[in-house]
């Protein structure tokens, strides 16, 4: 395959890495009935901990441990505030964004723009699995350092955690009918608070990815915008694992996309269209999917076929999403 | 089971939903808790079920005090509760709301609990597909999908509540049979919340009536209903047959209109409705008697209609992004050509269907009133009052008085807080609203909002379409309501009106429209009508 081509599919599954981590870590939150909107500050404020805890420490590890540290807990002060104080999440959320983006401003004056210090995540090509030329599948997947790995074993693994499992069917439950869960003996507010923790440690992690592993360093509102990505993919992929992958990936390929494009000299086309269009792109699929349309569609296909293109097509979110649990 | 209930009480702030509630279950026995709205069954039963903790008092179970503090707690004491509104999961299939909150390993064996399921449906009677969508069942199978669930896990008293309540009289005969066996054969003990009588009479063994939170009577079928009637009130109700008023002018004719329901579409239905009649629309929920109504109000619009508006806006959409990468000639004409037949095209839609291809009319006061707006048809006096009364009908957060503001129709742009206030103190007397007009909505009973939405009711209706009027409301509130409703016909107001309750539609109708799946018949003269010719209707036989 052409080298080129087979470099750029390489950065796809590279850069999409924190943004799969993220999406799949408010898919989790949500999931458990609470949302989560802090994401774009969150992932500043990891990706800002992650790079200056690895740098004074130089250790690697106690870098990614701040950053899930730091996104576990803005994502508890949201569950927490909404079950004891009886807050709005998407309140609480939207002014820890703020909140957390200029204070990751404030505390990372002194680490930005470092050049030549930086802390990267090493690495680590799979052994045996690097040489394999076959479509180039060797350098696409398997020349990355380990979080990159992570992400894309995250999805198996949420997947199948999700549908294959007794707490996977629980935490469905969760978000979608909460009392009837309390009556069948789950314990809903601790395991929204473990969700929700797993959920904002991921988030953290993923600004992790961003300052050890993509962008490398810090600079002031290093990773900004990104955090609205990840919640419009949980949105446009219907809360569903593989969706959210689809999503993720959709919008770094046309990313990388108006990059390649950007060299053509050829090509009028000014760059800005194309990185409006994951975004057109997304309006358009919601708009489709919430509309009767897609309902029409559905019944066109045959009833036996029908269940597969449900998942596909439609998009209903968790029904009691950012509600507080009472048991009355 | 036996299960003993010792001087109970249970306290919300000043009032006392259970006062000194002492009372044995014993095993093989199926008991009617009696009692009308805000008599504290509910509570008993939450008590019970571990849903609420008692003030004071202990439940002893086989004569041992149990400490019932969860639910969960309850089920693993045997005790199960199958609650008015479905406690499942929608979008999850019926396999999966089975399983959940079993016990059992950590990766789920959905083979295992595919038999467990099955075997359960079949000793049951019951036919339910594991792989269906819990959205996609009827009321009666979600009902069926619980019990399976509760007695798989061991459940010895089961306690239903209102459970006849928008199922199928096939499956209500059913679910009694399954009720009577697991009573009689099985030993259980089955405890069945209810305000209808005709339940009573056809399954239980022995009543218990609560009155304000007190246990004020017990009794052993056969039981007149009379005697029922008089635990519960206190004093004897006097029906009256409700005065018969002369038929005037037409209001509404409707010819030929199809509906889409949730479960059915339903077609070429023809009604005529003449000053100062009553209309019944009789069915199982969500067969289209709503949508029939929301369809006359003009709340639901054709069903093309909306795929036709999506394509228009995916095409507009379009348009403006190709217009954005490219400026040359041919596009703009492209864009203005598009936007013509944009603008053609809903015309030439609303020609075709209402005048060619006639999907049906309906005409209200002799003018066409399908394809205008409900707001239009709001202020020539046709009213349209929701079921869900939080959801639709009334504002949560708002008091009263707010509520009689905001129905104001005048142009004015301020509120006049007197006239409302004078309005909202009004219908609180007239209605016998249990509230005062400062109080915020959601903290009255749901009697009493209901009360407070058939008091907003404009007093110069002329067709008033009701759903489900007096949905959870005792005997003696509905009564109440069936008369100032009934005396507004004299000033020549039609009323359509759907109930799941069969008695009122076939007391209160002058004729009754049945909707069974997607079926429409229409039934002249109900006076020779039976409830149980009635359900058979409903179920489909004819």
Request: hydrophobic fraction near 45%.
């Amino acid at each position: 395959m052409d080298p080129i081509l087979i470099r750029t599919l390489a950065d796809i599954v590279r850069n999409g890495a924190p943004l799969l981590i993220a999406g799949l870590g408010e898919m989790i939150t949500e999931r458990a009935g609470v949302v989560n909107l802090s994401l774009d500050g969150t992932i500043l404020l990891a990706a800002m901990a992650a790079f200056a805890v690895a740098l004074e420490t130089s250790s690697i590890g106690l870098g990614i441990g701040a950053a899930m540290l730091v996104g576990m807990l803005i994502a508890l002060i949201i569950i927490a505030s909404s079950v004891f104080l009886r807050l709005d999440q998407i309140a609480v959320g939207f002014v820890l964004t703020l909140l957390a983006a200029d204070l990751s401003t404030f505390v990372g004056r002194d680490y930005a723009n470092l050049p030549g210090q930086q802390v990267e995540i090493p690495y680590a090509p799979v052994p045996v699995l690097k040489d394999i030329e076959f479509l180039g599948i060797g350098e696409i997947f398997f020349q990355h350092n380990l979080l990159i790995y992570f992400s894309v074993v995250l999805l198996f693994v949420v997947w199948a955690f999700i549908y294959h499992t007794r707490p996977g069917l629980q935490l469905r439950g969760l978000g979608e009918h909460p009392q009837a869960a309390y009556v069948r003996g789950i314990r809903v507010q601790f395991w929204r608070f473990v969700y929700v923790a797993i959920g904002g440690a991921l988030v953290g992690l993923a600004g992790a990815t961003y300052s050890l592993s993509i962008r490398l360093g810090w600079k002031e509102n290093l990773t900004i915008g990104n955090g609205w990505i990840a919640l419009a993919i949980v949105i446009f992929g219907g809360w569903r694992p593989f969706r959210v992958a689809f999503g993720v990936y959709l919008i770094v390929g046309l990313r990388a996309l108006a990059l390649e494009l950007q060299k053509e000299a050829t090509l009028n086309i000014p760059v800005q269209i194309i990185n409006m269009t994951p975004w057109v792109l997304m309006l358009l699929t919601l708009m489709f999917v919430s509309s009767g349309f897609a309902e029409w569609l559905l019944r066109l296909i045959p009833e036996r076929a029908r269940p597969f293109f449900q998942g596909a097509l439609r998009a209903n979110p968790p029904a009691a999403l950012g509600t507080n649990f009472e048991k009355e | 089971m036996k299960v003993e209930l010792r001087e109970i009480t249970k306290i919300f702030g000043p009032v006392r939903a259970n006062d000194h509630i002492s009372y044995t279950f014993e095993p093989g026995c199926i008991y009617a808790i009696l009692g009308e709205n805000g008599a504290g069954k509910s509570t008993l039963m939450k008590i019970l079920s571990g849903f609420q903790q008692p003030t004071s008092g202990e439940i002893l179970i086989d004569g041992n005090p149990a400490n019932i503090d969860s639910p969960n707690r309850a089920i693993e004491y045997g005790i199960g509760m199958l609650y008015q509104d479905p406690q499942d999961f929608a979008p999850l299939t019926v396999l999966e709301n089975y399983m959940f909150g079993r016990g059992g390993s950590f990766i789920l064996s959905r083979h295992e609990a595919r038999k467990d399921l099955l075997e359960c449906c079949r000793e049951l009677g019951f036919s339910l597909n594991p792989g269906a969508n819990v959205a996609t069942l009827t009321v009666g199978e979600r009902q069926q999908l619980e019990i399976a669930r509760l007695l798989s896990l061991g459940v010895k008293v089961l306690i239903l509540d209102e459970p006849t309540t928008g199922i199928s009289a096939a499956q209500r005969e059913q679910l009694f049979n399954t009720l009577k066996e697991l009573a009689h054969n099985e030993d259980m003990t089955i405890l069945l919340v209810t305000h209808k009588f005709r339940d009573v009479e056809e399954l239980c063994d022995e009543l218990i009536v609560l009155r304000k939170g007190e246990l004020v009577g017990s009794a052993e079928m056969p039981c007149s209903t009379d005697a029922m009637v008089e635990m519960m009130f206190g004093k004897r109700l006097v029906g009256e047959p409700p005065p018969v008023v002369e038929k005037g002018d037409t209001v509404l004719t409707i010819k030929d209109l199809d509906v889409d329901a949730r479960l059915f579409s339903i077609d070429d239905i023809d009604l005529k409705l003449n000053e100062g009649e009553v209309v019944g629309l009789a069915g199982l929920d969500g067969s289209g008697q709503v949508d029939f109504m929301r369809a006359i109000a003009g709340l639901n619009r054709p069903s093309f209609y909306d795929r036709i508006f999506s394509l228009r806006t995916l095409v507009l959409l379009w348009i403006i992004f190709s217009l954005l990468l490219n400026n040359s000639p041919t596009v703009m004409w492209m864009m203005i050509g598009a936007v013509t037949v944009l603008i053609l095209v809903p015309m030439l839609y609303d020609f075709l269907v209402f005048r060619v291809v006639k999907t049906g009319s309906v005409e209200y006061l002799g003018q066409r009133a399908f394809g205008r707006g409900y707001r239009e048809l709001l202020s020539k006096g046709m009213v349209f009052l929701p079921s869900g009364r939080l959801e639709e009908g009334l504002v949560s957060g708002l008091t009263v008085t707010q509520h009689f503001a905001l129905s104001d129709r005048t142009w004015r742009p301020w509120v006049n807080w007197f006239e409302a206030q004078s309005k909202a103190r009004d219908g609180i007397a007239r209605f016998d609203v249990r509230g005062r007009p400062a109080d915020p909505i959601q903290a009255l009973s749901g009697g009493n909002q209901q009360r407070v939405a058939l008091a907003m009711l404009p007093q110069d209706g002329r067709l008033l379409l009701l759903d489900n009027p007096t949905r959870g409301l005792d005997v003696e509130s509905a009564r109440r309501i069936w008369s100032l409703l009934l005396s507004r016909r004299e000033q020549g107001t039609a009323i359509i009106f759907s109930s799941a309750d069969l008695d009122e539609i076939l007391d209160y109708s002058d004729r009754v429209l049945v909707f069974s799946s997607g079926k429409v018949t229409l039934v002249d003269d109900p006076s020779h009508l039976t409830t149980a010719r009635l359900g058979e209707l409903i179920g489909g036989k004819a």
